[in-house]
């Protein structure tokens, strides 16, 4: 179940990374970013291409390799800080879009997801 749930990370940030890769003005935009300079560009794709491309992999190589452990590991150490991070901002700025609504459920999910199975014990 670790691993089926290390690997689902893997696909959601490789579809998220091509997303932001290949559509960046869309995905900005659906994100309530409203316009980017070049600088800004730059940022945007790397890390929200960049890093979730390497996120994928992380993921992808944890499940592979068995070290389902630390995969939930890296699971928790993203997941906690960017569910607290997306509360307190949601709280702050409240509305917001309904595609920052869907990823911050998403993102609770994952970390509710993520604690049920270290507290369960399956992951090795």
């Known amino acids: 179940m670790t691993a089926a749930y290390l690997y689902l ?7 998220l990374a091509g997303w932001c890769t290949f ?6 935009v659906a994100v309530g970013y409203v316009s980017l300079t070049r600088s800004g560009q730059t940022e945007y794709l790397t890390i929200y291409g960049g890093l979730q491309l390497g996120l994928a992999f992380l993921f992808a190589w944890f499940a592979w390799t068995q ?7 890296l699971a928790m150490a993203l997941y906690l800080p960017i569910v607290l991070y997306r509360s307190a901002a949601l709280l702050r700025w409240w509305p917001v879009e309904s595609t920052t609504m869907m990823l911050a459920v998403t993102e609770w999910l994952m970390l509710a997801a993520t604690l ?9």
């Open 9 to 15: 990370n893997a696909v959601l940030y490789l579809l």
């Open 67 to 73: 070290q389902l452990r630390t995969g939930l590991l």
């Open 116 to 124: 049920w199975l270290w507290w369960q014990g399956r992951a090795s």
């Open 23 to 28: 559509a960046p003005a869309r995905t900005a």
